[in-house]
Structure formats: structure tokens, C-alpha cells
């Protein structure tokens, strides 16, 4: 799950976690906004899970807040 809550004063923020043996690059940009709107390797979800990546593999996550 990725659901961000950051300051006015934070622009953008990457995390890097390791989960199930897979790699999650999380990349936070602050738009000013209410609710994260995600894409998992580039491609548009709905809500805020991000489904699991196969173990071995890197999925970039960007939310927009």
C-alpha cells in the first residue's frame, strides 16, 4: 500500500524497499493535491495498492500527491 502524506515543504522524496524478494523504487511528488494517484511502471492504478512484483525483479512506483 502507498499512500503519502507529505508537507507543502517537501517537494519530491524516493524510497527504496525490498519486499518479497522484489525491489520497489518509490518516487513521491508533491503536487499540492489531496490522495496519491499511482503508476506502476508507467501504467495508470486504481486505488493504493501496488500489486507484487515478481521476486528478482524492480518495480517503479510514482505518486502524485
Known amino acids: 500500500m ?3 502524506c507529505i508537507g507543502a515543504e ?3 522524496f524516493t524510497v ?3 519486499i518479497r524478494g ?3 523504487i518509490i518516487e513521491v ?3 499540492g493535491g489531496k490522495g496519491a494517484k499511482l ?3 508507467g ?3 486504481e486505488g493504493n495498492r501496488v500489486p507484487y512484483a ?4 524492480t518495480a517503479n512506483v510514482t505518486a502524485t500527491v
Open 39 to 41: 503508476t506502476v511502471d
Open 10 to 12: 517537501v517537494p519530491e
Open 29 to 31: 511528488t508533491n503536487s
Open 54 to 57: 515478481a521476486a528478482g525483479s
Open 43 to 45: 501504467v495508470a492504478i
Open 2 to 4: 502507498v499512500d503519502p
Open 22 to 24: 522484489a525491489t520497489y
Open 16 to 18: 527504496t524497499r525490498q
